[in-house]
Every structure is written in C-alpha cells, then in structure tokens.
C-alpha cells in the first residue's frame, strides 16, 4: 500500500510498507460540504452577530468599500466568496469604482499583476482596483494606539478611510496565533511592519499555540486591533487538511470568527495517545510547500507527534527557497540552532521568529528534508538532505533501526496532533 504526498504541484509516493504499520492522519473528508457555494450563501444570508452586509451598508451609509482578501500564500476559494459580497454591496449601492481589493500581505512580498489576476479572477481584477498592502509605506499607515500587550498599532489608511471593510479568510490551525481567519485580515494582514514585529514577539508566551484562543497574547491584541480598525464584518471559510470546505461563516468579526474556530477544532484537531520515533510531514504542496518559511508551519505540526530525539521527514519542494530575506539571513549567519536562541534572546526581528521556531524542533529533533534545496541550503537549516522518500527513510533507519514508530500527515500543514 502507498500514499502520495503533495509536493509542488506534482506528487511523491511514500511505500508504507517502509515504515512498518505506520498511523495516517489524513483528516477527516466526510466533513467537507457537498456544496460550498451554496455553504457560502447560506452563510451570507444568516451572519452571526450583525445584520446582513446589504442592510450593514445601508444603515452606516456607506458609499466606500475595502474587501481585504489574503495573499497568494493562502489558497483561498475566492470565485465562491467574492460573488456574494460583491452582490450584496451593489444592491445597497455601492458601485465598482468605490469598492477596493486590499491585499492582506503582512510581511511578505508584494503580488505581481498576473497573480492577482490569477487570484481574483480576471473578471473582477478588471472591473476592480486591487492594491499591495506595503508594511513599510509609511505615508500609508496611520497610528491608532497601544494595544494591552505593548503593541504600537498602525494599520493601512485604505482601510480606515473606507465607510465599510469586509475580511475574507480561511480559518486553520496556526502555529502561535492558535487559528487564522477573522481579526488577522487586519494583524498582521494591514498592520506595520513594527505592529506585526512587536505582536509576533508574543509567541514565547507558553500560551501562543496552535488552537489556543482566549488566553493567547498573540490572538489577543490581533482581536483588539480588528475592532480598533474598524471590521465590519467578515466571510471566512473551514477547510480540512486537503483544503476543501468544512464551513462558512459570516458577520461580527469576532462571534462569526469564534464560530468558525468552533468547526475548524473538529475539522483539523487530531487526538493521538502516544508520541511517535518518526513522523512523515507533507507540506500541502502549493503554496504550503513554496518556500522554507510556508512549509515550517507544517514541521511545526507534525513535530508535536514525534517524542524528543525522533526524527521529522519533511516533504516539502521549497522552489523560492527561504522564502525571506530575515529569516535567510539568520540561518546562514548562525553555526548551531543555540545561535538562533541567542540571537532571538537579545532582540525580536520579523524572519527570525521562524528561525527562532525552527531552531527550537531541531534542538530536540532530528529533520530531515526532501526538498529541490541545494544540500548546502538544507544544511543552513541544521536539517539533513534527502532526494527521495526512499533515502530518507533509510536515513531512519540508520538511526532507529527497523522497529520504529510511525506516523504519517499527508497534510502536516492543516493537521495538529493533540495528546491525549
């Protein structure tokens, strides 16, 4: 028996029999909706905590609309989630030219004009204005206070000046602001580059993991900082480990959000009842799988499975390298995985807190990554190169012997290990 794991956009296949009786965790398929669209307009036509989007606008008079919407980074089904906001937007009288696509690109790059094209449709990319957001232009950020946990908040002027804002999201695990989706359209998606820095140094707290919500410093102020800017009302979608739809949610930024995250709790939470020698971890394959810095929320996961000197197999094709500059640039500037504690002790920098997490795996487990990364770039991550399922897992058994423990994510990236 095999299984094929997403790697780019093509497959690799992974010999079960190679690993001895291993676990899959492959999600949980029979939650996903039949029909997603009409999941989307059900959604839409019953928000949670507000009026309808239509009704919203008429009673702001609102004649200026921002539809914030995710970066290439996040696949999202926008030909299903669009329509129906725009829809409702146009019956209460807004017309195109007051209505704007505002791209949620945090810290990372700028989207070229084919790949928003590619994203929104090309339809409404010309019927549209579709704008970068730039976390470092400065005449386009407005200061709006501190928030509880030391933040200094500045958020893109689009957004403020708009009579209304729509988010558009999905809602999964993430690896310290427990979930996304909701108030993350706003921080990190429209913040400043020094919002975003200072928010994510949180996620030393004990409490900034994945799944945790209400005592998370991270997710805290990213809910604060939505209501500061200005939210009105949000569409997201649950999708499982193979990203199809296990929901749609829609309204108040935060009840329609915490409703989503009530879903996504049983769509991608995994009860396991041990820790395993070795874990198998896909990526996702595009966009999870891009870079390093996408396919370490993956790592991340599946590590939780694994018990301390264990070995993680990453599959992940990492055709942008890196993925960014900082976080580059501190693992070819560091000898050993204690450098980049150091580093991250003295000061907290954007790029690094991914180098801060990915040292912390490789301190108590061995990685090992199947990847098209130069073997000296796989070194730079303190991980072992592998070029085929094959190699790696005899690298395991080199280590463990033939009588290992097993468990296999196709999916690491939307899949998070719960011990019972």
């Not at 070029?387 to 897992?393: D, K, R």
């Amino acid at each position: 028996m095999s299984i094929k794991l997403n790697y780019g956009r093509r497959s690799l296949t992974l010999d079960l029999a190679m690993l001895r009786d291993p676990a899959i965790v492959a999600g949980h398929p029979a939650d996903a909706v039949a029909d997603p669209r009409s999941a989307v307009l059900e959604a839409m036509s019953q928000p949670a905590g507000c009026m309808s989007l239509a009704d919203e606008v008429r009673y702001r008079r609102a004649r200026k609309a921002v539809i914030i919407v995710n970066d290439i980074t996040r696949p999202t089904p926008y030909d299903i989630m669009l329509p129906p906001i725009l829809d409702e937007l146009a019956v209460a009288g807004i017309c195109d030219e007051n209505i704007c696509f505002l791209i949620a690109t945090g810290i990372h790059r700028a989207m070229a004009p084919d790949e928003i094209a590619a994203m929104l449709g090309q339809e409404l990319t010309c019927r549209f204005r579709a704008i970068n957001h730039d976390c470092d232009d400065s005449a386009n950020l407005i200061y709006l206070g501190t928030l509880s946990h030391g933040t200094d908040f500045c958020v893109n002027r689009a957004a403020l000046e708009a009579d209304i804002v729509v988010g558009t999201g999905i809602i999964t695990p993430h690896y310290f602001a427990g979930f996304s989706g909701g108030r993350k359209s706003i921080l990190p998606g429209v913040a400043a580059r020094r919002s975003i820095s200072h928010n994510h140094s949180l996620m030393t707290s004990e409490h900034a993991t994945a799944c945790s919500v209400s005592a998370n410093p991270v997710s805290q102020e990213m809910m604060e900082a939505a209501r500061m800017a200005g939210l009105d009302f949000i569409l997201n979608v649950v999708v499982d480990a193979e990203g199809r739809v296990c929901a749609a949610v829609a309204g108040d930024m935060e009840e329609a959000w915490l409703n989503g995250v009530s879903i996504c709790q049983e769509c991608s939470a995994v009860r396991i009842d041990r820790v395993y020698d070795v874990a198998v971890a896909g990526a996702g394959g595009t966009p999870k799988d891009v870079n390093v810095y996408q396919a370490q929320k993956a790592l991340e996961n599946a590590q939780r499975a694994v018990r301390p000197g264990g070995t993680v197999i990453l599959v992940a094709e990492c055709t942008e390298g890196y993925g960014e500059s900082r976080f580059e640039e501190w693992m070819k500037g560091s000898a050993s995985p204690e450098d980049v504690l150091r580093r991250f002790a003295q000061g907290f920098e954007l790029g690094g807190h991914k180098a801060y997490s990915l040292a912390r795996v490789v301190l108590q487990k061995d990685v090992i990554l199947i990847s098209t990364l130069p073997d000296h770039v796989v070194g730079s991550l303190f991980m072992t190169p592998a070029h085929s399922m094959e190699e790696a897992v005899a690298l395991v058994k080199q280590k463990h012997g033939e009588h290992f423990t097993a468990i296999v994510f196709p999916n690491a990236s939307a899949m998070v290990p719960v011990l019972k």
